[in-house]
């Protein structure tokens, strides 16, 4: 056994029978293709086959060589987190500008309902100091029913 020239454990397609599994593990470990083959083959006879289940089982999570790999889970995280932060300054650019145009909405409903009050409102009535306010009559009712509003019509004639 030696060290391995190969970091990872992945299957060998081209050096394998089946699925490449136990060249893989014999090209990772430094062993003979051959030997690995033999004691797969002793394992699943004396277990009842279980060898063949965990030959597939390896088929299956053993990534094959030249496999572009997944990233790792702490560069998803690492991606995952600086796209929420470009999400999160692009939300609180929105709703600067959304303040700005709430608050020019406002002044501007402000600015229309200050020229409303004074084009509609009366001049105000100046009186000596000490005299009485003039009094001020009150609105007429708003009728709430077409005999209402006959019963005013009648009262104002």
Same mark, same amino acid.
């Given at each position: 056994?030696?060290?391995?020239?190969?970091? &990872?454990?992945?299957?060998?397609?081209?050096?394998?029978?089946?699925?490449?599994?136990?060249?893989?593990?014999?090209? &990772?470990?430094?062993?003979?293709?051959?030997?690995?083959?033999?004691?797969?083959?002793?394992?699943?006879?004396?277990?009842?086959?279980?060898?063949?289940?965990?030959?597939?089982?390896?088929?299956?999570?053993?990534?094959?060589?030249?496999?572009?790999?997944?990233?790792?889970?702490?560069? &998803?995280?690492?991606?995952?987190?600086?796209?929420?932060?470009? +999400?999160?300054? &692009?939300?609180?650019? +929105?709703?600067?500008?959304?303040?700005?145009?709430?608050?020019?909405?406002?002044?501007?409903? +402000?600015?229309?309902?200050?020229?409303?009050?004074?084009?509609?409102?009366?001049?105000?009535?100046?009186?000596?100091?000490?005299?009485?306010?003039?009094?001020?009559?009150?609105?007429?009712?708003?009728?709430?029913?077409?005999?209402?509003?006959?019963?005013?019509?009648?009262?104002?004639?």
């Amino acid at each position: 056994m030696s060290d391995s020239p190969n970091p &990872r454990l992945t299957r060998d397609k081209e050096n394998g029978m089946v699925a490449g599994v136990c060249a893989g593990i014999a090209a &990772r470990y430094g062993y003979d293709v051959g030997l690995v083959r033999l004691v797969w083959v002793l394992l699943t006879v004396l277990t009842s086959g279980v060898g063949v289940l965990i030959y597939v089982a390896a088929w299956v999570l053993v990534p094959a060589a030249g496999a572009v790999t997944p990233p790792s889970m702490g560069d &998803r995280r690492r991606e995952f987190s600086e796209e929420v932060a470009v +999400a999160a300054e &692009r939300a609180a650019e +929105a709703a600067r500008i959304a303040a700005a145009h709430a608050r020019q909405a406002a002044d501007e409903i +402000a600015a229309v309902a200050r020229g409303v009050n004074q084009s509609v409102a009366p001049p105000p009535v100046q009186t000596p100091a000490g005299a009485p306010a003039p009094a001020v009559e009150p609105e007429a009712a708003v009728p709430e029913t077409e005999a209402e509003a006959q019963q005013q019509q009648q009262q104002q004639q």
